[in-house]
């Protein structure tokens, strides 16, 4: 009984906080990646353990404890659309892992992508952001409801 019960507990934090959110198991978004970094620097950075922060019900990492800090003062202004789910996915109501260094921003949002050496979801959206943002927004919604 006491396995089942400890089985169980890994994944009651998935049922609460997973809801429309990409996280993996341990509760990590954006595998790892310092949500600052996409706006700061050239390219995204891996967060460090030692600068990690829990916020409404998910772990994130910062390469930097100013990074960190920076993400506390104002999460909103930092957090990708749709959950950190491809945002191209999300045009069509999926909920598709994202390859952390396929972004697009676009008026201060970060969008995250799936991409592979045959898919390229990010050229698709930025082709045609604007399209793609209004049918993505109209399925997010739904999903929130």
């Known amino acids: 009984m006491k396995k089942i019960f400890f089985i169980l507990s890994l994944f009651i934090p998935l049922a609460i906080y ?9 509760l990590l978004a954006v595998e790892g990646y310092d949500l600052v970094s996409y706006f700061t620097e050239k390219a995204p950075q891996k967060g460090l ?4 922060f829990s916020w409404e019900g998910a772990r994130y ?5 100013k990074n960190k800090n920076t993400f506390k003062t ?19 109501g999926k909920e ?10 676009q008026q201060e949002q970060l969008y995250l992508f799936y991409k592979t050496n045959w ?22 919604a739904k999903k929130m409801q």
């Open 49 to 52: 353990e030692q600068h990690q």
């Open 74 to 92: 104002h999460p909103e202004k930092y957090l990708p659309a749709y959950g950190g789910w491809c945002a191209y996915a999300m045009t069509r």
């Open 18 to 26: 997973g809801q429309n959110k990409n996280i993996d198991p341990t």
């Open 119 to 140: 898919v390229d979801t990010q050229a698709k959206w930025i082709k045609d952001h604007a399209n793609y943002k209004a049918k993505a927004d109209d399925m997010w």
């Open 96 to 105: 598709v892992e994202i390859n952390p260094k396929a972004y697009y921003i």
């Open 61 to 65: 990492l910062f390469s930097s404890a």
